[in-house]
């Protein structure tokens, strides 16, 4: 069995400060980790994944996730926030077992960005 | 490279009306999926096949909800009769392969509102 825990359903930052989505995992075999982000009315974009390799992921516009093992974390960071980053993201997990290939999705995290 | 298309992007039923979503994945990839997104929750798998064939459907309302994937490529989803509680956004995503690992590439999406 899998799942994915998204420790905010809302974050609220001023642009040019860090951001923070926070995301806890469980997994019963060793999982691929991924967070898309979604802007109003239109699709589910790939920022990054983490499949076994570095445990430190870069993606696209900045962001970067870590994988923590020991913690069963995945959170995602940005240094300095910018008025696009604003949408809601997800973090999903994927793994073995039964479970092959399906993704299981957190409830996501609302990002503000306020000037 | 073109991504995953759907459609229509909007819709409007009364409840116990049937509707039909298309969905053309990304050339080349074997793997489709249906996901089904309640407002304020993350994607929920509804089903995936692989090329025509389903791999799994284990969460698709089989009373009301069908699919097909006729020559591997192109997919329909319907639903009849509608419910109220089908109101959601209906996503479409495809896929090199079927694989943990593997990266899904999401559609823009259909709007369904059910009255």
């Known amino acids: 069995a899998q799942s994915v825990t998204q420790l905010d359903s809302h974050v609220s930052v001023s642009e040019g400060t860090p951001v923070l989505l926070r995301c806890n995992y469980s997994?019963?075999?060793?999982?691929?980790l991924f967070w898309y982000v979604q802007h109003p009315n239109k699709g589910l974009q790939l920022l990054l994944k983490?499949?076994?390799?570095?445990?430190l992921v870069k993606g696209i516009n900045g962001f970067e996730a870590e994988f923590k093992k020991s913690e069963t974390s995945f959170h995602l960071t940005k240094p300095s926030a910018h008025m696009s980053d604003a949408a809601e993201y997800f973090c999903?997990?994927?793994?073995?077992?039964?479970?092959?290939?399906?993704?299981?999705f957190g409830q996501g995290t609302i990002l503000t960005v306020h000037p | 490279e073109a991504g995953v298309a759907q459609s229509p992007r909007y819709k409007i039923i009364e409840k116990r009306q049937s509707v039909a979503f298309w969905c053309n994945p990304i050339?080349?990839?074997?793997?489709l999926y249906w996901y089904q997104q309640i407002l304020g929750q993350g994607p929920k798998l509804l089903i995936q096949?692989?090329?025509?064939?389903?791999?799994?459907d284990s969460q698709l309302p089989k009373d009301r909800f069908s699919a097909e994937r006729l020559k591997g490529v192109d997919s329909t989803l319907k639903i009849q009769p509608a419910k109220l509680e089908d109101s959601a956004v209906y996503l479409c995503?495809?896929?090199?392969?079927?694989?943990?690992?593997?990266?899904?590439?999401f559609g823009p999406g259909t709007r369904l509102l059910v009255l």
């Open positions: 050339s080349g990839h074997a793997t």
């Open positions: 096949f692989q090329n025509n064939g389903v791999v799994d």
């Open positions: 997994s019963s075999y060793s999982p691929s």
């Open positions: 999903v997990v994927s793994a073995g077992g039964t479970s092959y290939g399906k993704l299981t």
């Open positions: 995503a495809s896929s090199l392969f079927t694989g943990y690992q593997e990266t899904q590439y």
């Open positions: 983490y499949t076994s390799a570095a445990t």
